[in-house]
Protein backbone atom coordinates (compact mmCIF):
# COMPACT_ATOMS: atom_id res chain seq x y z
CA UNK A 1 0.00 0.00 0.00
CA UNK A 2 1.05 3.32 -0.60
CA UNK A 3 0.03 6.48 0.81
CA UNK A 4 0.99 10.12 0.08
CA UNK A 5 0.52 12.51 2.99
CA UNK A 6 -0.66 15.53 0.40
CA UNK A 7 -3.55 12.82 -0.30
CA UNK A 8 -6.43 11.90 1.53
CA UNK A 9 -6.45 8.45 0.16
CA UNK A 10 -4.23 5.70 -0.37
CA UNK A 11 -3.22 3.27 -3.27
CA UNK A 12 -2.00 -0.08 -3.50
CA UNK A 13 0.63 -2.39 -5.95
CA UNK A 14 -0.88 -5.49 -6.04
CA UNK A 15 1.49 -8.79 -6.78
CA UNK A 16 -1.43 -11.11 -8.33
CA UNK A 17 -0.98 -14.76 -8.36
CA UNK A 18 -0.54 -16.64 -11.39
CA UNK A 19 -2.25 -19.46 -10.44
CA UNK A 20 -4.68 -17.44 -9.08
CA UNK A 21 -4.89 -15.42 -12.32
CA UNK A 22 -4.60 -18.60 -14.06
CA UNK A 23 -8.23 -20.00 -12.68
CA UNK A 24 -9.87 -17.05 -13.01
CA UNK A 25 -9.12 -17.56 -17.04
CA UNK A 26 -10.53 -20.86 -17.16
CA UNK A 27 -13.62 -20.16 -15.11
CA UNK A 28 -14.13 -17.67 -17.78
CA UNK A 29 -13.14 -19.09 -20.81
CA UNK A 30 -9.68 -16.98 -21.67
CA UNK A 31 -6.66 -18.86 -22.67
CA UNK A 32 -4.04 -19.14 -19.65
CA UNK A 33 -0.71 -18.44 -21.94
CA UNK A 34 1.79 -15.23 -20.21
CA UNK A 35 0.33 -12.99 -23.00
CA UNK A 36 -3.61 -13.78 -22.51
CA UNK A 37 -3.13 -13.17 -18.69
CA UNK A 38 -1.34 -10.28 -18.59
CA UNK A 39 -4.41 -8.95 -20.94
CA UNK A 40 -6.67 -9.96 -18.15
CA UNK A 41 -5.05 -7.36 -15.70
CA UNK A 42 -7.78 -5.06 -16.71
CA UNK A 43 -10.51 -3.17 -14.32
CA UNK A 44 -13.06 -6.64 -13.71
CA UNK A 45 -9.52 -8.41 -11.91
CA UNK A 46 -8.86 -5.27 -10.19
CA UNK A 47 -12.21 -4.39 -9.01
CA UNK A 48 -12.35 -8.45 -7.94
CA UNK A 49 -9.47 -7.80 -6.19
CA UNK A 50 -10.00 -4.07 -4.98
CA UNK A 51 -13.05 -5.55 -3.20
CA UNK A 52 -11.92 -8.39 -1.20
CA UNK A 53 -9.44 -6.20 -0.14
CA UNK A 54 -12.19 -3.65 1.05
CA UNK A 55 -14.01 -6.08 2.71
CA UNK A 56 -10.98 -7.39 4.94
CA UNK A 57 -10.52 -3.81 5.90
CA UNK A 58 -14.38 -3.43 6.63
CA UNK A 59 -14.26 -6.51 8.74
CA UNK A 60 -11.09 -5.35 10.44
CA UNK A 61 -12.59 -1.99 11.45
CA UNK A 62 -9.76 -0.13 9.14
CA UNK A 63 -10.31 3.94 8.82
CA UNK A 64 -11.34 5.23 5.47
CA UNK A 65 -8.15 6.40 5.38
CA UNK A 66 -6.51 2.42 5.63
CA UNK A 67 -8.95 1.35 2.92
CA UNK A 68 -7.43 1.50 -0.44
CA UNK A 69 -8.90 3.80 -3.45
CA UNK A 70 -7.13 1.79 -6.43
CA UNK A 71 -4.91 -0.74 -7.26
CA UNK A 72 -2.43 -1.66 -9.39
CA UNK A 73 -2.00 -5.11 -10.30
CA UNK A 74 0.98 -6.74 -11.66
CA UNK A 75 2.21 -10.28 -12.36
CA UNK A 76 5.90 -9.52 -11.37
CA UNK A 77 6.52 -10.19 -7.94
CA UNK A 78 8.62 -8.46 -5.59
CA UNK A 79 12.37 -9.93 -5.55
CA UNK A 80 15.85 -9.25 -4.19
CA UNK A 81 16.66 -9.40 -8.20
CA UNK A 82 14.71 -6.55 -9.26
CA UNK A 83 15.80 -4.88 -6.21
CA UNK A 84 12.22 -4.15 -5.12
CA UNK A 85 12.97 -6.33 -1.92
CA UNK A 86 16.21 -6.35 0.61
CA UNK A 87 17.97 -9.64 1.27
CA UNK A 88 16.07 -10.03 4.69
CA UNK A 89 12.96 -9.45 2.29
CA UNK A 90 11.82 -6.08 3.20
CA UNK A 91 10.45 -3.60 0.62
CA UNK A 92 12.68 -0.96 -0.40
CA UNK A 93 10.03 1.50 -0.53
CA UNK A 94 11.95 4.53 -2.15
CA UNK A 95 13.27 2.07 -5.06
CA UNK A 96 9.56 0.84 -5.05
CA UNK A 97 8.09 4.42 -5.26
CA UNK A 98 10.19 5.50 -7.99
CA UNK A 99 9.79 2.03 -10.03
CA UNK A 100 5.84 2.55 -9.88
CA UNK A 101 5.56 5.84 -9.87
CA UNK A 102 3.64 6.13 -13.09
CA UNK A 103 1.11 3.61 -11.96
CA UNK A 104 1.09 5.84 -8.58
CA UNK A 105 0.11 9.10 -10.63
CA UNK A 106 -2.30 7.16 -12.92
CA UNK A 107 -3.98 5.52 -10.31
CA UNK A 108 -4.62 9.30 -7.97
CA UNK A 109 -5.22 10.83 -11.23
CA UNK A 110 -8.60 7.83 -11.56
CA UNK A 111 -9.44 8.76 -7.94
CA UNK A 112 -9.34 12.74 -8.80
CA UNK A 113 -11.79 11.89 -11.88
CA UNK A 114 -14.07 9.76 -10.30
CA UNK A 115 -14.45 12.64 -7.86
CA UNK A 116 -15.50 15.27 -10.56
Known amino acids: M ?3 SLRDNI ?4 VIDP ?5 YAQENGKGTDDAT ?6 DNVKNLVL ?6 AKENQFSSLEKPK ?21 LKRN ?5 FQAQI ?5 RIAATKK
Not at 95 to 99: G, R
Not at 105 to 109: G, I, P, R, S, W
Open 2 to 4: YGD
Open 11 to 14: IGIV
Open 19 to 23: AKLTK
Open 37 to 42: LKTLLD
Open 51 to 56: ADIQRL
Open 70 to 90: DLYITLDPFTVENDLLTPTMK
Open 95 to 99: IAKTT
Open 105 to 109: DECYA
